[in-house]
T-cell receptor
Framework: AQSVTQPDIHITVSEGASLELRCNYS??????LFWYVQSPGQGLQLLLK??????LVQGIKGFEAEFKRSQSSFNLRKPSVHWSDAAEYFC????????????FGQGTILTVHP | EPEVTQTPSHQVTQMGQEVILRCVPI?????FYWYRQILGQKVEFLVS????????KSEIFDDQFSVERPDGSNFTLKIRSTKLEDSAMYFC?????????????FGPGTRLTVL
């Protein structure tokens, strides 16, 4: 069974600073990987996805993520954070052999200081 | 971004009552999913539904839960006899037409409060 670990429960950065949110997964083969963002009281918005190919993927809102098979990681990055990026971020894994079931990590809450 | 809609946005019910949560997924796709998120916790998979049948369900999805597609556009999650621990945000998800079923777009959710 697949699992996802987001080691950081809460991260605080200053506006304009760079950001990296960590995600580690457990799965026997190469999974499908996703990052979602959730603003308070809102649904989940897909930021980016990795299925195969180039291990550096670009997403919306200036986010990118890099798949590192050797480290079983899929960390999310942004070079310069904006106050509007404050939200909760979820990493998720999908098994190509399943019917689309996604397994989510615990989430990382991002606070942005002006 | 494709839109998944859910109604109601908030449902308050008494313990033991039945509730029906509704979803209108992205059209022209045969895969639909329900997830839940207990306050402060992670999002958990409940059930996947393909071509009018359950294709996979989690341990959470016990006999109190059921899913239906009553017509061509709506998709429902029913909880027959609600318990306090069913209080959560319930999300419907759907892939877009032509995309992998893994690429899911989520609705805004229904907040269920069981008293």
């Amino acid at each position: 069974a697949q699992s996802v670990t987001q080691p950081d429960i809460h991260i605080t950065v200053s506006e304009g600073a760079s950001l990296e949110l960590r995600c580690n997964y457990s799965y026997g083969a190469t999974p499908y990987l996703f990052w979602y963002v959730q603003s308070p009281g809102q649904g989940l918005q897909l930021l980016l996805k990795y299925f195969s190919g180039d291990t550096l993927v670009q997403g919306i809102k200036g986010f990118e993520a890099e798949f590192k098979r050797s480290q079983s990681s899929f960390n999310l990055r942004k070079p310069s954070v904006h106050w509007s990026d404050a939200a909760e971020y979820f990493c998720a894994v999908g098994a190509p052999t399943s019917y689309g079931k996604l397994t989510f990590g615990q989430g990382t809450i991002l606070t942005v200081h002006p | 971004e494709p839109e998944v809609t859910q109604t109601p946005s908030h449902q308050v019910t008494q313990m033991g009552q039945e509730v029906i949560l509704r979803c209108v997924p992205i059209s022209n796709h045969l895969y639909f999913y329900w997830y839940r998120q207990i306050l402060g916790q992670k999002v958990e998979f409940l059930v996947s539904f393909y071509n009018n049948e359950i294709s996979e369900k989690s341990e959470i999805f016990d006999d109190q839960f059921s899913v239906e597609r009553p017509d061509g556009s709506n998709f429902t999650l029913k909880i027959r006899s609600t318990k306090l621990e069913d209080s959560a945000m319930y999300f419907c998800a759907s892939p877009t037409s032509g995309s992998s079923y893994n690429e899911q777009f989520f609705g805004p959710g229904t907040r269920l409060t069981v008293l």
